[in-house]
Nanobody
Framework: QVQLVESGGGLVQPGGSLRLSCAAS????????MAWFRQALGKERELVAG????????SYADSVKGRFTISRDNDKNTVYLQMNSLKPEDTAVYYC???????????????WGQGTQVTVSS
């Protein structure tokens, strides 16, 4: 079965760092664009960072640009999110997302992890 399992969340002080990992199984990881989303209490889910299937292109939300880095290791079927200079407003549940679109058949394949809590507080 398809699984995305996030880890690495926790409590960290403002200015601190955290590294999230997402281990994938049950699908061909190297075919998928991977992304990290987050959702704070009472707020909409937002895209934090994305990375193309081979890792050649990345994108970031303006709010995290320069502080967060997304990367992937296709040999390990794992995507990472390095978070530096953390702020209280980064507090949220962080979700791993996998996406593939087959244009020829107009089919979309998307999977989500269960999320990992990140709390930035003194």
């Amino acid at each position: 079965q398809v699984q995305l399992v996030e880890s690495g969340g926790g409590l960290v002080q403002p200015g601190g760092s955290l590294r999230l990992s997402c281990a994938a199984s049950g699908f061909t990881f190297s075919n998928y664009v991977m992304a990290w989303f987050r959702q704070a209490l009472g707020k909409e889910r937002e895209l934090v960072a994305g990375i193309t299937s081979a890792g050649g292109t990345t994108s970031y939300a303006d709010s995290v640009k320069g502080r967060f880095t997304i990367s992937r290791d296709n040999d390990k079927n794992t995507v990472y999110l390095q978070m530096n200079s953390l702020k209280p407003e980064d507090t949220a549940v962080y979700y791993c997302n996998a996406l593939d679109v087959v244009v020829a058949t107009m089919r979309r394949y998307e999977y989500w992890g269960q999320g990992t809590q990140v709390t930035v507080s003194s």
